[in-house]
């Protein structure tokens, strides 16, 4: 096991959960800045270059009581029905930790431009890593979301 420290905070819209975008058809197209602290920019060099980037991050604000196996399954605003966390984007998971993709706009320094953020304002950052993908379109799954999407337009 490691002992996590933040690289950085993201300066974002939300305030609060109830404000970030959630379900199948949400828009995350709010712009925000992933502030990365100084001592670690050297390590943006060329980041520049990559269109967009995964942001890793602590779901800081997320309640921490010990889980329960039921706490193992979520219903999601996107349905009703319960899939198991690992399914999902729960907050509630047994490490509370979040991943994100962001676009890209520009780099200022240590200040990373960004839209697509769904963090809350001063969620620290883990990690931020270059989006790479070797993956077809065609091959990608959504699991059950489409499913749950039918049923939403019933």
């Known amino acids: 096991m490691f002992t996590s420290q933040p690289i ?44 967009h980037l995964f942001v890793i991050w602590e ?5 921490r009581e010990e889980l329960r196996e039921t706490d193992l399954l979520a219903s999601p605003p996107s349905d009703k ?8 984007r729960s907050p509630r998971r047994p490490n509370p930790i979040g991943l994100t993709t962001v676009e890209l706009l520009r780099r ?12 809350l304002d001063g969620t620290p950052i883990l ?17 059950w979301l489409p499913e749950a999407d039918a049923r939403q337009r019933r």
Do not use: C, W
């Open 127 to 143: 990690d931020v890593k270059p989006y790479l993908s070797s993956i077809p379109s065609e091959k990608l799954r959504r699991g």
């Open 81 to 88: 029905r319960q899939h198991g966390v690992f399914a999902t």
């Open 59 to 63: 779901f800081d604000r997320s309640p």
């Open 8 to 51: 950085g905070f993201v300066s974002s819209p939300y305030k609060d959960t109830k404000e970030i975008p959630k379900g199948l058809n949400a828009k995350h197209d709010a712009e925000g800045v992933l502030k990365i602290l100084p001592e670690f920019e050297p390590g943006l060099t060329d980041i520049e270059g990559f269109s």
């Open 108 to 119: 200022e320094g240590i200040k990373l431009h960004v839209r697509g953020v769904d963090m």
